[in-house]
Nanobody
Framework: QVQLVESGGGSVQAGGSLRLSCAAS????????MGWFRQAPGKEREGVAF???????GYADSVKGRFTISRDNGKNTLYLQMNSMKPEDSAMYYC????????????????WGQGTQVTVSS
């Protein structure tokens, strides 16, 4: 079955960096859109970044220029490099698998990991 396992979360000061990883298994990883989402307490879940099977990418306006999504199809792993972090980046971060060809549609992501917590202090 599809499994997604995130890692790499933690606490960092504003301006710092973290790299999240998501190990995927149970399906042909290279053929699907992959995305990162986040949810802060009291807020709705939001899409942060996506990457397609042809390495096409997209980002939420709030993270453009600071976050970079990438994938290693040989390792079945998704990454999110987060730089110049801000307190408002604090949230639970989730990786998810989306529907091929609809990467930019956040509603098509239907398999989720358990999440990894990111906390940014000012």
């Amino acid at each position: 079955q599809v499994q997604l396992v995130e890692s790499g979360g933690g606490s960092v000061q504003a301006g710092g960096s973290l790299r999240l990883s998501c190990a995927a298994s149970g399906y042909t990883y290279s053929g699907y859109c992959m995305g990162w989402f986040r949810q802060a307490p009291g807020k709705e879940r939001e899409g942060v970044a996506f990457i397609g099977s042809y390495w096409n990418t997209g980002y939420a306006d709030s993270v453009k220029g600071r976050f970079t999504i990438s994938r290693d199809n040989g390792k079945n792993t998704l990454y999110l490099q987060m730089n110049s972090m801000k307190p408002e980046d604090s949230a639970m971060y989730y990786c998810a698998r989306g529907r091929t060809g609809y990467c930019a549609n956040w509603d098509t992501y239907n398999f989720w990991g358990q999440g990894t917590q990111v906390t940014v202090s000012s």
